[in-house]
């Protein structure tokens, strides 16, 4: 075999985009490697389709860690990280939270309920969507019947925790809590009428 067929033959790496290369040496100068993985041509990629990888790394000044640039970490909507959620789950996920922030806005409280009978308002009552928000979001939980599945789903729709994070503090493995995460937005997705419940198979 001569020299310029084994050339031919040689496989030649792709370009890394930019994005990804800027993403892997911030990772690389802070040690964050587990978000990174080998490629065939023995580089460093980020570890597609793990919430890690999809977290976005800044360094202020535009600059390096070695030279005292600062790095942040953005982190990414726990509903869009988790790739393997229906689309269906993910909807309902941030139907629940638009609810639960809505209805949770500044301003609202108890004795907004007491709402003349008539319709007539007393001076400067809660706005009838923050009202709606409301039951609407208590509805919602209901629905959500277990007190685990209720717990989870709300951490992580509504206050942005990872599954991750909820594993390390209940001490469950993550696949657990990603499970009761998963049963959680199926009933919600139910619930909203986005999908029907399955009939267990007899």
Not at 90 to 103: N, P
Not at 151 to 168: D, I
Request: include cysteine; proline fraction near 3%.
């Amino acid at each position: 075999m001569s020299k310029k067929t084994a050339k031919v033959k040689a496989p030649k790496a792709p370009k890394l985009a930019k994005g990804e290369a800027e993403q892997v040496r911030i990772r690389k100068e802070v040690g964050h490697n587990f978000a990174l993985k080998d490629d065939a041509f023995g580089r460093k990629r980020l570890a597609t389709g793990t919430l890690e990888a999809r977290r976005i790394y800044e360094v202020s000044n535009d600059g390096h860690t070695s030279t005292g640039g600062i790095v942040r970490v953005r982190n990414v909507d726990p509903l869009t990280g988790i790739t393997s959620l229906s689309r269906q789950q993910r909807e309902a996920g941030m139907r629940y939270r638009e609810d639960f922030r809505v209805s949770a806005q500044d301003g609202v409280k108890p004795m907004a309920l007491t709402e003349r009978v008539d319709g007539g308002r007393i001076g400067g009552g809660v706005a009838d969507r923050i009202l709606s928000a409301g039951r609407a979001y208590a509805d919602a939980t209901s629905a959500l019947s277990h007190w685990e599945v209720s717990g989870v789903v709300q951490k992580v729709c509504c206050h942005g925790e990872t599954v991750k994070c909820l594993a390390e503090q209940t001490g469950e493995p993550r696949d657990v809590v990603s499970k009761l995460l998963k049963v959680g937005l199926d009933l919600l997705a139910v619930h909203y009428g986005m999908m029907l419940m399955r009939r267990p198979r007899g």
